[in-house]
């Protein structure tokens, strides 16, 4: 059996290593999950954010990376059980000059420029914060975003705080900012995707899912690349 999964250049959850082979927190759950179901080959395939519903959807790879669950992508492709619980982030430079905390703290200064990638659910968080539109600069791949924000052609880069962790860590001019969660307390939900019609695929992942997600093997595999107890036991029902 083989499987064709899409994946993004975003540490620490996938990207390509040095020695061009695909790593990652969501790689090694998928390759767990997708050997323990029978799958002989896995196939990588490197796209970009805005591809990976279409590419699933149309049949140009199986399945996707983990990415966020809304009702919006639903309508496109299905998605399999939680894996992660995240919440959202800024990486600025280093003390945070201009104090951006919040999407509110970026909407408040006209002046500040705020890095995203297309079709990801920061955008939304952004807009609905006030962000205008002339304040929001557009990254195809999360590495131009940081060279830009090195650079100093944006002030802030949003992703997930996870992940800002990690750029923080690589780069010693920028730190990670962690946004508050919320009053509700819940962080958006992520989740590997396919195509609506590949009912089997997701069936057997999901049963798979469900058994190995919060196990002892899991929880050390992602304490590997920063992603504890917070990011996943919100997702993890009747395990600890």
Known sequence: MRVKIAYIEEPPFYWTGEDHSVKGADIELAEVVLRAIGVSTIEYQLTSFEELLPGVQNGRWDMNVPIFATEERAKHVAFSVPVWSLGDGFVVHRTNPKALTSYEAVAAQSEVRLGIIPGQIQFDSAKSAGVSDSQIVMFKHQPDAVAALLSGKIDAFAATAVGNRVIAGANKELEAVAHDIGKDGKAPIGAFSFN?????????????????????????????????????????????
């Open 196 to 240: 609506k019609s590949n009912h089997d695929l997701l069936h057997a992942v999901n049963a798979q899912l469900r058994e190995y997600l919060g196990s002892a093997d899991h929880r050390t595999r992602m304490a590997k690349y920063g992603i504890t107890q917070t990011e996943i036991d919100s997702v993890i029902v009747g395990k600890k």
